[in-house]
T-cell receptor, first 112, second 110 residues
Framework: NAGVTQTPKFRVLKTGQSMTLLCAQD?????MYWYRQDPGMGLRLIHY???????AKGEVPDGYNVSRLKKQNFLLGLESAAPSQTSVYFC???????????FGDGTRLSIL | GQQVMQIPQYQHVQEGEDFTTYCNSS?????IQWYKQRPGGHPVFLIQ?????EVKKQKRLTFQFGEAKKNSSLHITATQTTDVGTYFC??????????FGGGTRVLVKP
């Protein structure tokens, strides 16, 4: 039982490049979330999904897109990476919206 | 929008001492969750508080939800080196998403 798995774990991009971060959960959770974590700022919600085929904007959605084509997967895309998007990205899932969230190990993304 | 503030941002504690970290919300919360993140790790759920004035204990950790449901605290007794990490509170207003505080980073001096 792997829980929440994020790939890749590390990535370095050049400004303007695009990439997709993958999150997979094997707990049959309905809700999935993407956060970014910057020093001293806690976790900020980028986008979230309340079920397969649905997505919604969080606190800091600009510059990111997401898709939830399958219940177990939640993809985060950066269309044109900017240095301000250098951060640690965490994916999380929960059975329902009020339930505790289970986090993946994170993706450390650097944009030069 | 909803804001959740945590103080202090950093807490240096001598091993064996007690300390408290505080969480304050700009709006009334329906519930509050606490998470712990070890250095280099990911946040791990500790506990959820729902009722006004609720107090829950986990070994040396005591969590409290304020009477007005706008603040919470985490008290750790007899701090150990295993308590090192960042503690986040996350508050949810009615019908809203979870909003994380900035965290309290705990450093333990042996």
């Amino acid at each position: 039982n792997a829980g929440v798995t994020q790939t890749p774990k590390f990535r370095v991009l050049k400004t303007g490049q695009s990439m997709t971060l993958l999150c997979a959960q094997d707990m049959n959770h309905e809700y999935m979330y993407w956060y970014r974590q910057d020093p001293g700022m806690g976790l900020r919600l980028i986008h979230y999904s309340v079920g397969e085929g649905t997505t919604a904007k969080g606190e800091v959605p600009d510059g990111y897109n997401v898709s939830r084509l399958k219940k177990q997967n939640f993809l985060l895309g950066l269309e044109s990476a900017a240095p301000s998007q250098t951060s640690v990205y965490f994916c999380a899932s929960s059975y329902q919206g009020q339930q505790p969230q289970h986090f993946g190990d994170g993706t450390r993304l650097s944009i030069l | 929008g909803q804001q959740v503030m945590q103080i202090p941002q950093y807490q240096h504690v001598q091993e064996g001492e007690d300390f408290t970290t505080y969480c304050n919300s700009s709006t009334t919360l329906s519930n509050i969750q606490w998470y712990k993140q070890r250095p280099g790790g990911h946040p791990v759920f500790l506990i959820q508080l729902v009722k006004s004035g609720e107090v829950k204990k986990q070994k040396r950790l005591t969590f409290q939800f304020g009477e007005a449901k706008k603040n919470s605290s985490l008290h750790i007794t007899a701090t150990q080196t295993t308590d090192v990490g960042t503690y986040f509170c996350a508050g949810r207003a009615a019908g809203n998403k979870l909003t994380f505080g900035g965290g309290t980073r705990v450093l333990v001096k042996p």
